[in-house]
């Protein structure tokens, strides 16, 4: 669609690092030694809550392209087991993939022939423009959570 060039820029730009702070800044200087540590008060580690972020956005995007898409179950569906324990490759994984899923989903939206507003075929309503907003918004919420428990339990430089 012609009109919208003006919004398109603007979701690629909050789904990317200017809406609040990036993952990467989150977990920047992260010491990994920390990685399956549950902050005091939160039954899951950090891991679990970057982990649960990848996968939301994952699911979301799987949405978006996938006709014979099956949602996930609530809320087993989007965490990792709880005793599961990552290793540095787990971590390095889950932030790469969340990288390379989060690069799909701004070149869609930045996309002159995506439609936007056209509600999508195997939904119930949804748009891509919600869907996008949706992975702005749970991002946004999940990082900074996970920037507040670096601090709670003062890894953050």
Known sequence: MRGDKALREQLAIFLGTQAHMSLADAVKGFPLKDMNVRPPNVPYTFWHLL?????????????????????LEWPRGYWPAKNA????????????????DLKEMIALVKNPRTDLHA????????????????????????IGEFAILRQVVNNWK
């Open 85 to 100: 324990k990552a290793t540095k490759k787990d971590w390095d994984e889950t932030i790469a993939r969340y990288q390379s």
């Open 119 to 142: 509600k999508i075929p195997h939904g119930d309503g949804q748009t891509i423009l919600r869907e996008a907003i949706l992975i702005v918004d749970h991002n946004a919420y999940h």
């Open 51 to 71: 982990e649960h972020i990848r996968i939301a956005q994952w699911d979301i995007i799987d949405f978006i392209r996938n006709p014979d898409y099956e949602e």
